[in-house]
T-cell receptor, first 115, second 115 residues
């Protein structure tokens, strides 16, 4: 089944404890992206990657890191999480030209709470 | 003024009603317009995609773009309880490189269709 998977789906952690949220897609997509969704603020893009080893900042990149060493994986790294990073996170992918022209597929979401 | 404005609702209608969902935007560079549907506890899924101005129809769904007014709409005919979800508009500027890879989302409108 073609899909985007994220792990973990739920995570409660404490301030300052480094964490990684994994994202994997099995559709051979070149474009991948991370979003966070907050009440009253909607969906905002954190980072995106056009291909392996090519990444760029979205609208809210502060406090996050990403890497794209393999086509299928695009992990989101929080080096020192803070409470304001408590949010619902979505990973997404699309085939080639990005979400403006190619259908973007979203993962199921990771609900992160930072205490 | 935010780049994309969307009334968060909530909007509650009886089954069979015609639903109108709208977004306004301020960035005249936006050329690609999308509507996503997000069911509770799920990731968004692409519903409709329109390039530049005009109408696009897909079954019970019609997307309209009026670039002169910077206004986009999604109409749902013969609404069903299964249409109950949050609807997000999204848009992107025409261009090459980074601008074509970034989406700006509205905050989403929560729709409930009552049997």
């Amino acid at each position: 089944e073609a899909q985007v998977t994220q792990n973990p789906r739920y995570l409660i952690t404490v301030t300052g404890k480094k964490l990684t949220v994994t994202c994997s897609q099995n559709m051979n997509h070149e474009y991948m992206s991370w979003y966070r969704q907050d009440p009253g603020l909607g969906l905002r893009q954190i980072y995106y990657s056009m291909n392996v080893e090519v990444t760029d900042k979205g609208d809210v990149p502060e406090g996050y890191k990403v890497s794209r060493k393999e086509k299928r994986n695009f992990p989101l790294i929080l080096e020192s999480p803070s409470p304001n990073q408590t949010s619902l996170y979505f990973c997404a992918s699309s085939l080639y030209r990005g979400p403006s022209t190619d259908t973007q597929y979203f993962g199921p979401g990771t609900r992160l709470t930072v205490l | 003024q935010k780049e994309v404005e969307q009334d968060p609702g909530p909007l509650s209608v009886p089954e069979g009603a015609i639903v109108s969902l709208n977004c306004t935007y301020s960035n005249s560079a936006f050329q690609y317009f999308m509507w996503y549907r997000q069911y509770s506890r799920k990731g968004p899924e692409l519903l409709m995609y329109t390039y530049s101005s005009g109408n696009k129809e897909d079954g019970r769904f019609t997307a309209q773009v009026d670039k002169s007014s910077k206004y986009i709409s999604l109409f749902i005919r013969d609404s069903q309880p299964s249409d109950s979800a949050t609807y997000l508009c999204a848009m992107s500027p025409r261009g090459s490189g980074g601008s074509n890879y970034k989406l700006t989302f509205g905050k989403g409108t929560l729709l409930t269709v009552n049997p």
